[in-house]
């Protein structure tokens, strides 16, 4: 017989033990909301969850923000490693809720203690999921929930799965998400960014088992959701064919914020002399001997920017021979990623070696006022985003229209022509030597053609995000 000390113990454990279960499980969404707006109406309460830092998810922040204009109460969950959109910190109908990063204690590039560290962080981010969405915000009547992300990670790690799903893309996020909104009557959207299985199966390759095993997992996961926005119509044929999901699934666009707009000669030139970057190339600039392309990377394999330099060395070659009314360029790199510190050594090696002569590159890292107004300020953008999942599309193009600075973007899959228009609002490329031959094509001749390209680009740039969402997320949400 077992003591009565024993057994007293024995209930104490089982009792804290329930009780704690009882107090860490989600409150349901009851149909009611208990704050009331100006007019003593109840304002719906959302919850977005961004996988990964909230101040580079600008399409995740416009959905909020828009939310909030038509009156919803907005719970922004995610990493907040970066800047915030100013109309998100200023918005008392938005509250930002940052989860801890466990990079910052769990991250290692030790093999070793990976084998330790692995499992802790994606417990840890599991952990800190729940406990922002089931118990730090309220009940809310919609999460929408961004999809998908994938960080590649660098390294042959033995538990390689571990090892990809550190980053919070869909495993576990989507699941906790779902059992969230089971458990609290939340009605749940995905929005559709990418797949996440064509972001991995480009280190993998697309017959790996972790490959299989990921697109399973969405397919699986994604089939429950209330409905679905895709950037894409591309993307959304997908998922109704392929996926079969028989819910409403729904094309949103990205489109520019307003800060995204063209500037006239005057204001670029004023920008263009307080730039670090530009400032001591001003008059060559306001005299058209230099002009400036703008391009925005994450430095990583699909993105690259071997592509863009190589035509960049070639076009240089051309203009200090052949071709020797062809203006300099000055390029200007933004962003940040893994192999940025790579590319800047090669870059200095071949100016070293003079193949960059009619050509000098930069980089640099702007707030989102300086951007909007370097791209403003540029005469061509160039994309490098080669799409994993031939669906999807890149957000810098939007802003680039926004601004009214025509593209010239690698378009070889499925989805490109849904925003550029060939010889319209922007060129197409597949390779360094049609890139280089579209620069020397552009830059070359009177102009002309250049500024038919922009005139395309400032009219693709008139309609705006609040054109694109009102009518369809608006519409869904019952807030238009």
Same mark, same amino acid.
């Given at each position: 017989?077992?003591s009565?000390?024993l057994?007293?113990t024995?209930s104490?454990v089982? @009792?804290?033990?329930?009780?704690?279960i009882?107090?860490?499980?989600p409150?349901?969404?009851?149909?009611?909301?208990?704050t009331?707006?100006k #007019?003593?109406e109840?304002?719906?309460r @959302?919850?977005i969850?961004?996988?990964g830092?909230?101040?580079?998810?600008p399409?995740?922040?416009?959905?909020?923000?828009s939310?909030? &204009?038509h009156?919803?109460?907005?719970?922004?969950?995610?990493?907040?490693?970066s800047e915030?959109h100013?109309?998100i910190?200023?918005?008392p109908?938005?509250t930002v809720?940052a989860?801890?990063n466990?990079?910052?204690?769990?991250?290692? !590039?030790?093999? $070793?203690?990976?084998?330790?560290?692995?499992?802790?962080?994606?417990l840890f981010?599991?952990?800190?999921?729940?406990?922002?969405?089931g118990n730090r915000?309220?009940?809310?009547?919609?999460m929408l929930?961004?999809k998908?992300?994938?960080?590649?990670?660098s390294? =042959?790690?033995? @538990?390689?799965?571990?090892?990809?799903?550190q980053?919070p893309?869909?495993?576990?996020?989507l699941?906790?998400a779902q059992?969230?909104?089971?458990i609290?009557?939340?009605?749940?959207?995905?929005?559709?960014h990418?797949?996440?299985?064509s972001i991995?199966?480009?280190?993998? *390759?697309?017959?790996?088992p972790?490959?299989?095993?990921s697109?399973w997992?969405?397919?699986e996961?994604s089939?429950?959701?209330?409905a679905h926005?895709?950037?894409t119509?591309a993307?959304a044929?997908?998922?109704k064919?392929?996926?079969?999901i028989?819910?409403?699934?729904l094309?949103?666009?990205?489109?520019?914020?307003?800060?995204?707009?063209?500037?006239?000669?005057s204001?670029?030139?004023?920008?263009?002399g307080?730039?670090?970057?530009?400032?001591s190339?001003?008059?060559e600039?306001?005299?058209? %001997?230099?002009k400036?392309?703008?391009?925005?990377?994450?430095w990583t394999?699909?993105?690259? @920017?071997?592509l863009l330099?190589?035509?960049?060395?070639?076009? !240089?070659?051309l203009?200090?021979?052949s071709?020797?009314h062809?203006p300099e360029?000055?390029?200007?790199?933004t *962003? %940040?990623?893994?192999?940025?510190?790579?590319?800047?050594?090669?870059?200095?090696?071949?100016?070293?070696? *003079?193949?960059?002569?009619?050509v000098?590159? &930069?980089? =640099?890292w702007?707030s989102s006022?300086?951007y909007?107004s370097?791209? =403003?300020?540029?005469?061509l953008?160039v994309?490098?985003?080669m799409?994993? !999942?031939?669906v999807?599309?890149p957000? %810098?193009?939007?802003?680039?229209?926004? $601004?009214?600075?025509?593209v010239?973007?690698?378009?070889?899959?499925?989805?490109?022509p849904e925003?550029?228009?060939e010889?319209?609002?922007g060129?197409?490329?597949?390779?360094?030597?049609?890139?280089?031959?579209?620069?020397?094509?552009?830059?070359?001749?009177?102009? &002309?053609?250049?500024?038919r390209?922009?005139?395309?680009?400032? #009219?693709?740039?008139?309609?705006?995000? #609040?054109?694109?969402w009102d009518?369809? $997320?608006?519409?869904?949400?019952?807030?238009?």
């Amino acid at each position: 017989m077992p003591s009565f000390e024993l057994l007293l113990t024995l209930s104490v454990v089982f @009792f804290t033990i329930t009780t704690l279960i009882l107090l860490l499980l989600p409150k349901a969404y009851g149909g009611k909301d208990d704050t009331h707006g100006k #007019d003593g109406e109840a304002s719906p309460r @959302f919850q977005i969850l961004v996988l990964g830092d909230i101040g580079r998810s600008p399409r995740m922040q416009y959905h909020a923000i828009s939310i909030a &204009k038509h009156g919803g109460l907005v719970d922004l969950i995610g990493y907040q490693d970066s800047e915030l959109h100013p109309d998100i910190l200023s918005n008392p109908s938005i509250t930002v809720h940052a989860i801890s990063n466990s990079s910052v204690v769990l991250g290692t !590039s030790n093999r $070793a203690l990976f084998l330790i560290y692995g499992p802790l962080k994606v417990l840890f981010q599991c952990w800190a999921l729940w406990v922002a969405l089931g118990n730090r915000t309220k009940p809310a009547k919609w999460m929408l929930v961004q999809k998908a992300t994938c960080v590649l990670s660098s390294g =042959a790690f033995t @538990f390689r799965l571990l090892r990809e799903l550190q980053n919070p893309p869909s495993i576990p996020t989507l699941a906790i998400a779902q059992a969230i909104c089971y458990i609290r009557n939340t009605r749940l959207i995905i929005d559709w960014h990418n797949f996440g299985y064509s972001i991995l199966a480009l280190k993998l *390759g697309p017959a790996h088992p972790l490959v299989r095993i990921s697109q399973w997992y969405e397919l699986e996961f994604s089939r429950s959701a209330t409905a679905h926005f895709t950037v894409t119509e591309a993307m959304a044929r997908v998922l109704k064919r392929d996926y079969e999901i028989a819910t409403p699934v729904l094309a949103l666009h990205d489109r520019p914020a307003s800060y995204f707009h063209p500037r006239d000669r005057s204001q670029r030139l004023a920008f263009l002399g307080k730039l670090p970057e530009t400032a001591s190339l001003i008059d060559e600039i306001h005299l058209g %001997k230099l002009k400036l392309l703008v391009s925005s990377t994450s430095w990583t394999p699909d993105e690259d @920017f071997s592509l863009l330099l190589d035509s960049l060395v070639g076009y !240089s070659e051309l203009a200090t021979t052949s071709h020797p009314h062809l203006p300099e360029l000055i390029a200007i790199i933004t *962003g %940040k990623g893994p192999q940025k510190e790579q590319y800047i050594s090669e870059v200095a090696a071949l100016k070293a070696e *003079g193949k960059l002569e009619m050509v000098t590159i &930069k980089t =640099a890292w702007l707030s989102s006022e300086d951007y909007a107004s370097l791209l =403003a300020s540029a005469d061509l953008g160039v994309s490098l985003h080669m799409s994993s !999942s031939g669906v999807d599309l890149p957000m %810098k193009v939007v802003d680039m229209f926004g $601004a009214g600075l025509p593209v010239v973007g690698w378009g070889n899959y499925e989805s490109w022509p849904e925003l550029v228009k060939e010889g319209i609002n922007g060129r197409g490329f597949g390779t360094a030597d049609e890139l280089q031959a579209i620069l020397v094509e552009l830059f070359g001749g009177d102009g &002309k053609q250049l500024q038919r390209l922009k005139e395309g680009a400032i #009219d693709e740039g008139r309609r705006r995000w #609040d054109d694109e969402w009102d009518p369809i $997320a608006g519409r869904l949400l019952g807030l238009c």
